[in-house]
């Protein structure tokens, strides 16, 4: 390769350049591909998001306005504290809190990113038929129709959520069923039909 | 200069390449944050992860965001309450004063947003969900929402019943697509060209409805509120469905989750015939198979309170395929439902993208 004096762009130069240039920018977009992959879209299906969503339409209604929202569910509860609540995590000080937990259990649950602090007093609801244990540890599961203080988020599929404000914000939503532990924090708050089957697992 | 010293001239030469490449890096992110196109950045994810050797198609992310497209008759872009709270790729369409005018324009936004999910998703022929289909179940129904469409409550206010006037079907099969000599419908059936409606079996029909309601009063899958549902927002979705286990049987399993539709007159071919039983996610909706030409059909739908249509692909995808890889069959099927959880539910196992 012969260069003349002075001259920098040569052919080849230009040519080898121009590939190093193409070369970098193919790197740097499979490389922000893959910090997008762990950073960015993969964060949308979060709970973290999902409650950003969920106090958004929150805020947005107003005074006696009650609505039907779907949402994207993710792996979840939704639960809520009021001020006066004893046990409540520990990210809610003193104030009426909602939040988007892991698991039905406070300690699941101490996240600043999990939680939203509201200065009125907000309640969930959900009717919900499922397996529970109210005999922890004794190995057996009772079917339950019930009303709940908590929301069992279906993960990756739509819930319908209803939400009204009437001085306080109120959620409810018919619940995926599930089983989980009887001494969880979503506790019941009602029953709607009898315990008709009792299975072992 | 001693052997193996980097020259002053490579240097720049080296030092303007980096910068050349973060500049030209910068303009493309740029164009593609600025632009607003979030479909194209949707339809290359599809095609990268499509394109993408099997093993790794379930890491590879789909860069989809749901575009919100909100149909006012009033000023302002939030207008419709079914967007509150949500600021990502929100767009409002003002339609105008005269009813026969909104009306037209209403089905233009809905067309335009069938066709636009359908090209995105690569015609419903690429494999996009590749091994996360087997991640969680043997088959499992897996979704985009390319767009959500609502209906701002002025809109009802200003023209009562108006959602009972949108033809979809007939818009689809009489207009064409912008900038094309082809009928949305005709774009839909490809080659075929077809551009006409197959006789509907209408006991069938019936039937498949009778069935639907009757599940619902035995509180299994439709609830009457739900049915009775009127057209506030609908979803344009793309869900795909495949299975190693062959095309047939795959069609055939798990169909009670997703629920299926039998929908008589025209359908032919085996292949065709079993893609009409995976297209008709949503009993109560679909009450009219439209063409079947090959494995490429177009299927209306009509539920009791409106018109809805969808286009389905049925066969092998097209995709990359590791060595020894037998091809993959399946669904695709881009459709419009109403946005809620009993409808979307029934269609989607698992809704991929950005809501």
Known sequence: MIYKKGVFWTLDRFVGIFLAVIAIVFVILAGSKIISYWTG??????????????????????????????????????????????????????????????????????????????DEEIKVLSKTERYISLMPGQGFLTYLNATTNCIDLPDGRLIDIYMSRNNGVFLYSEASSGSYDAESDCKIISHLGTESTTRGY | MKKGEISSTTLVGIILVIAGAILIGVVIFAFFENSGDNRELCRLSIITRATAPTAAQSNIPLNCVTEKICLTTERGEDNCFQFSGEEINKRSVRI???????????????????????????????????????????????????????????????????????????????????????????????????????????????????????????????????????????????????????????????????????????????????????IGGLPALVIGLVTVGGTSLYAGINSLSQQMASVAYCGEFESSLGEGEASREGCSVIRGVPYNAEYVNQLCEDIEGDL
């Open chain 2, 96 to 278: 105008p004063d005269n009813r026969e005018e909104a009306i037209q324009e209403i089905l233009e936004v809905n067309a335009n947003a069938l066709y636009d999910c359908w090209r995105m998703t690569g015609q419903g022929k690429l494999d996009i969900f590749g091994k996360a289909f087997q991640t969680y179940k043997e088959v499992e129904t897996k979704c985009i929402v390319c767009s959500r469409v609502a209906l701002a409550e002025d809109v009802k206010e200003r023209f009562p019943g108006i959602e009972n006037d949108l033809d979809l079907n007939e818009y689809l099969r009489t207009t064409n697509v912008p900038n094309s000599d082809l009928t949305y419908l005709q774009v839909f059936t490809g080659s075929s060209g077809i551009n006409t409606y197959v006789d509907v079996n209408h006991k069938e029909v019936e039937e498949s409805l009778n069935q639907a309601k009757d599940r619902q009063l035995e509180g299994e899958t439709l609830s009457a509120s739900l049915i009775e549902n009127n057209f506030d927002q609908i979803a344009f979705v793309f869900a795909q469905r495949k299975t190693t286990e062959g095309f047939t049987k795959g069609t055939l399993i798990g169909l009670r989750d997703s629920s299926i539709v039998v929908v008589g007159g025209g359908v032919t071919s085996g292949i065709a015939s079993a893609a009409v039983k995976v």
């Open chain 1, 41 to 118: 879209v993969e964060q949308v299906r979060n709970s973290e998001t999902f409650l950003k969503d969920l106090v958004g339409k929150i805020e947005n209604l107003e005074e006696r306005e009650e609505r039907v929202f779907p949402l994207r569910g993710v792996e979840g509860y939704i639960l809520a504290w009021d001020k006066e609540d004893a046990n409540k995590p520990d990210i809610c000080f003193f104030d009426n809190c909602l939040c988007v937990c892991p698991s039905p259990y406070i300690d699941s649950c101490q996240s600043s990113e999990n939680c939203v602090l509201f």
